[in-house]
């Protein structure tokens, strides 16, 4: 089973890619949106939250867990992984493809004040982005739009535009989505900043995810069941959450509450 948490919706940016290359899979997705926004929390409540969601992923059954939140994975994936035996994937800045692609040699981040402040992205920024100038923008406000399905052009475009404006101006070429949540925000912003290509790392951290799946089943061919499963979990509201999934997903979706 693969399991993945975020603090809200954003992860299913991931889970969207994991349905592409493994339908056949079961999955358990967990969404922290009462606690939600994780950006500008301290690091040591990201941590209990994670090492509180990750065991209770593992007690119903997760062979592999995706911190599917940029914040989250820059907070507290070492942590989880000195914790718990089972592999735990995260979500790493995709500041090596931009930088390598860029033709301006200028790019765009656009993520939380968290990830910002993680040294995973420092040693990122610093191994990958010699020679290319490194706008970063917080994603301000566009989180909660997310989570309040407002992701359309008319309800975004403001917020949006505030964020990605003053890359486009100096000349970005690249705007990498440091944020989960942020793909759902794509289309709105490829319209404000049409002359920049968009990355999104979900797809690979999907592949990667799969990969790892895969090499620690001691049966790889072993026949799986043709349809996989999908439970949700969430600790607040989970009217938007079961919505977007069921775009994603078109089997049956079970659902549980959390709420503390």
Known sequence: MIALFDSGVGGLSVFKELVKIAPDEDYIYYSDNANCPYGEKPVGEIRERALRISGLLIGK????????????????????????????????PA?????????????????????????????????????VTVIERVGKGLVELVENGRTGYDEAAAA?????????????????????????????????????????????????????????????????????????????DNSVLIRMAKAIWDGPVHVESDIQ
């Open 160 to 236: 949006v535009k505030e964020c990605v404006g003053p890359m486009t101006e100096m000349g970005a070429d690249r705007i990498v989505l440091g944020c989960t949540h942020y793909p759902f925000l794509e289309e709105v912003i490829k319209k404000c900043a049409p002359n920049a290509k968009i990355i999104n790392p979900a797809p690979a951290v999907a592949k990667h995810t799969l990969e790892v799946l895969q090499a620690g089943r001691r049966d790889k061919n072993a026949e799986r069941r043709k349809t996989g499963s999908l439970t949700l979990i969430s600790s607040g």
């Open 95 to 131: 500041i090596k493809p931009a930088a390598l692609e860029s033709e301006s040699k200028v790019i765009g981040v656009l993520a939380t004040a968290g990830t910002f402040k993680g040294e995973l992205y420092k040693n990122t920024s610093v191994k990958y982005a010699k020679g």
């Open 61 to 92: 059954g997760a062979d592999i867990v995706v911190v599917a939140c940029n914040t989250a994975t820059a907070a507290a994936i070492d942590f989880l992984r000195k914790k718990f035996t089972i592999p735990f994937i995260g979500m790493e």
